[in-house]
T-cell receptor, first 113, second 114 residues
Framework: SAVISQKPSRDICQRGTSLTIQCQVD?????MFWYRQQPGQSLTLIAT?????????ESGFVIDKFPISRPNLTFSTLTVSNMSPEDSSIYLC??????????FGQGTRLTVV | DAKTTQPNSMESNEEEPVHLPCNHS???????IHWYRQLPSQGPEYVIH???SNVNNRMASLAIAEDRKSSTLILHRATLRDAAVYYC???????????????FGKGTKLSVKP
């Protein structure tokens, strides 16, 4: 299993500002994944973060809006840039185990006002 | 991408068994059937997965139809803590480490009455 810590757990931000979300895993993993869950909706994959290379973004998500860092095998950050109220969501990071189970952090609840 | 169909919501009484159905008629031979659940204000957590045979673990049982076009997650004795959204997801065993095919649908919202 993997234990994932996300910070902050929640935040209220002004529109036009940026927020960086941190994700720490208790073991080394090759890939880390970032998801968005809009209010009342299911999860949508934003991007895959590999250590030592640029993140791979899913359709509808771009690096300028959601820059990602992956400095080592246990840590990643997701920045939500130039925020608007439409960015109010829960953001989650995730990793896979060797048995294909996915583990998720508790999420960061972002409200943009 | 393979898709699944689940009821939007279900209700159960505490300490009774719960059968959560999932249809996946377009499942391919290399797709595993995964179940996750999301408790209120938490990230999803893995419940169980299987390929062809029924599976049991300490959380639940997974019954897979012989043609693999449907499956049922069984909670043997529902507790209040089992109230959550349950997601049935198909995942290709050749996923290559990507979560691109870990596609979450709307899931089934399970309510448990005391």
């Amino acid at each position: 299993s993997a234990v994932i810590s996300q910070k902050p757990s929640r935040d209220i931000c002004q529109r036009g500002t940026s927020l960086t979300i941190q994700c720490q895993v208790d073991s080394q993993v090759t890939m880390m994944f970032w998801y968005r869950q809009q209010p009342g909706q299911s999860l949508t994959l934003i991007a895959t973060a590999n250590q030592g290379s640029e993140a791979t973004y899913e359709s509808g998500f771009v690096i300028d809006k959601f820059p990602i860092s992956r400095p080592n095998l246990t840590f990643s950050t997701l920045t939500v840039s130039n925020m608007s109220p439409e960015d109010s969501s829960i953001y989650l990071c995730s990793v896979d185990s060797v048995n294909t189970e996915a583990f998720f952090g508790q999420g960061t609840r972002l409200t943009v006002v | 991408d393979a898709k699944t169909t689940q009821p939007n919501s279900m209700e159960s009484n505490e300490e009774e068994p719960v059968h959560l159905p999932c249809n996946h008629s377009t499942i391919s031979g290399t797709d595993y059937i995964h179940w996750y659940r999301q408790l209120p204000s938490q990230g999803p957590e893995y419940v169980i997965h299987g390929l062809t045979s029924n599976v049991n673990n300490r959380m639940a049982s997974l019954a897979i139809a012989e043609d693999r076009k449907s499956s049922t997650l069984i909670l043997h004795r529902a507790t209040l803590r089992d109230a959550a959204v349950y997601y049935c997801i198909l995942r290709d065993q050749n996923y290559g480490g990507s979560q691109g095919n870990l596609i979450f649908g709307k899931g089934t919202k399970l309510s448990v009455k005391p």
